[in-house]
């Protein structure tokens, strides 16, 4: 299974991206997916999950009301759609992929519980 995240950039505040990260070995809607940041000098940090049964999201409260986690079966590709950033948002952003999806409700924010990572995008915003 690969990963290939992208959609990063240098965005001033208030402004919106959106990451996208499409797989290939595996199937999105068979997959429990998320999206990680890592600050530098910080751990990796849960943004988003989205549920291969059923499709429900999973936010942090970071950033609850102001991303979107999305997927398109179709291009089998899995979406994150940041609105109103703030510089604390900048991060590296990896994509995730937990497949066969094993893992329980209560490990969707755990990176353990993701067995394939991409290869991170760079998000930068700007005061």
């Known amino acids: 299974v690969q990963l290939q995240a992208s959609g990063g950039g240098l965005v001033q505040a208030g402004g919106s991206l959106r990451l996208s990260c499409t797989a290939s070995?595996?199937?999105?809607?068979?997959?429990?997916m998320a999206w990680f940041r890592q600050a530098s000098g910080k751990e990796r940090e849960f943004v988003a999950a989205?549920?291969?049964?059923?499709?429900?999201?999973y936010y942090a409260d970071s950033v609850k009301g102001r991303f979107t986690i999305s997927r398109d079966n179709a291009k089998n590709t899995v979406y994150l759609l940041m609105n109103s950033l703030n510089p604390e948002d900048t991060a590296v952003y990896y994509c995730?992929?937990?497949?066969?999806?094993?893992?329980?409700?209560?490990?969707?924010?755990?990176?353990?519980?993701?067995?394939?990572w991409g290869q991170g995008t760079q998000v930068t915003v700007s005061s």
């Open positions: 995730a992929a937990d497949t066969p999806p094993l893992t329980v409700l209560s490990g969707l924010r755990n990176s353990a519980g993701y067995d394939y």
């Open positions: 989205i549920r291969s049964n059923g499709g429900y999201t």
């Open positions: 070995g595996s199937t999105v809607r068979s997959s429990n």
